[in-house]
């Protein structure tokens, strides 16, 4: 019996099983690759020249092309033709017409220049009407979108990384989108943002610029993130709204803006899972939190990172979300301990209310202040009756 296996073992050795598998299978396990490496795959065996050809993602990494490590400005426009005279070629060579998905990510440790011969690239590739879009641009050149180029109809999910729009574009760019159903913008420079969409379930802005105004009315969103410095930020028609994380920082001078939060957020009050970082003073709280909203849906809180929170938001929201199950608490009640005498903080004990359940709190740990946290336990589990688990 020995003897038969190792003849039967022999007689399959070499076989090329995954030539011999159908052709949809072929592009199926082509499109996890890069485009640049399902091109490569042209030289396995005649059966795989063209197969690169028919799937339907494309996928350009600039770092897959030799990116120099030093670029100056004329090598830097030399690179970015040359790279673009690339992508047209395969574009040409594709024996479909249809693109399921287009990534392309151009970021890189220098910024390269925005040529319009590919920016028109772009436009050749958004006529193909693809489903979902991933584009990261590394480039000082503002982008302005010409009306004809911007007619995405099919186009469900969009993540922008490091581009610089107009307000005018951006809103030439949603109008081309549909059915939009994800938005992803991150690095990216648009002085004032207005979305408006009954398609958007999921939004993410996250970036450093600081802008002017942020304007948000989205009846079927399901997730939020906000990580953005606006000046003033107006969510509104957010009734279906799970999941909300917000960050909004702190800077000299923004006394006017933090007097519009509890409105902020007074719009999320349906949300089932919220995360909160506000920087801001305890002062500018006590002053503008006298109203809080019921969170009559929420079941999971998360207040991080804040200078002041355990003392001055957890009571609103331990007294106004009756189905609360998880309290997050953390990590910088270390900064309050150095801020605040004994007195203040004796006076700050009193603003927890009783509650008769919580199923999960967790405390991130405070470095060097564990007396600290010993007292927030048992201030918790004083006005808490039942506590399911710690977790510190």
């Known amino acids: 019996m020995a003897n038969i296996n190792r003849c039967s073992s022999d007689k399959n050795f070499g076989i090329d099983r995954i030539s011999s598998l159908p052709n949809d299978a072929h592009t199926h396990i082509l499109s996890f690759l890069s485009t640049r490496e399902a091109v490569q795959t042209c030289i396995l065996s005649k059966r795989w020249i063209k197969t690169w050809a028919y799937v339907p993602d494309l996928k350009f990494d600039i770092k897959e092309f030799g990116l120099p490590e030093i670029v100056d400005d004329e090598r830097g426009v030399q690179f970015v033709t040359k790279f673009e005279l690339l992508v047209r070629s395969l574009l040409q060579k594709r024996e479909i017409s249809c693109v399921n998905r287009f990534h392309l990510l151009l970021d890189s440790d220098f910024r390269l220049p925005w040529t319009q011969a590919f920016a028109n690239c772009i436009g050749d590739v958004m006529k193909l009407e693809p489903r979902e879009c991933l584009i990261k641009l590394c480039s000082s050149e503002k982008l302005n979108l010409e009306p004809n180029l911007v007619n995405l109809p ?8 490091g581009f610089t729009m107009s307000d005018d574009s951006f809103q030439k760019l949603l109008l081309g989108c549909r059915v939009l159903e994800e938005l992803v913008l ?43 410095c606006m000046e003033e930020i107006i969510l509104q028609n957010m009734s279906s709204l799970v999941d909300a994380s917000i960050y909004i920082p702190g800077w000299d001078g923004m006394d006017k803006y933090v007097s519009r939060v509890p409105k902020l957020i007074h719009s999320l009050s349906n949300v089932e899972s919220l995360r909160l970082d506000l920087d801001f003073s305890r002062e500018k709280v006590d002053k503008n939190f006298s109203y809080c909203p019921f969170f009559n849906n929420l079941k999971r809180l998360e207040l991080l990172n804040s200078r ?40 700050l004990r009193d603003k927890f209310v009783q509650r008769e359940f919580l199923k999960t709190v967790r405390i991130v740990r405070f470095e060097n202040d564990n ?7 048992n201030k918790l589990l004083t006005h808490v009756k039942t506590i399911g688990e710690i977790i510190v």
């Open 154 to 161: 099919y186009l469900k999910t969009l993540n922008l990384d």
């Open 186 to 228: 991150e690095n990216c420079y648009i002085y004032n943002i207005e979305i408006c969409s009954s398609t958007l379930k999921k939004l993410v802005l996250r970036s450093d610029y600081m802008g002017m105004r942020l304007q948000i009315s989205m009846p079927n969103l399901l997730y939020l993130y906000l990580d953005i």
């Open 308 to 347: 002041f929170f355990v003392f001055d938001l957890a009571p609103y929201f331990l007294h106004h979300s009756p189905k609360l199950q998880e309290l997050t608490l953390g990590p910088s009640i270390c900064y309050v301990r150095e801020s605040l005498g004994e007195e203040t903080q004796d006076g």
């Open 371 to 377: 007396e600290l946290v010993d007292w927030l336990i």
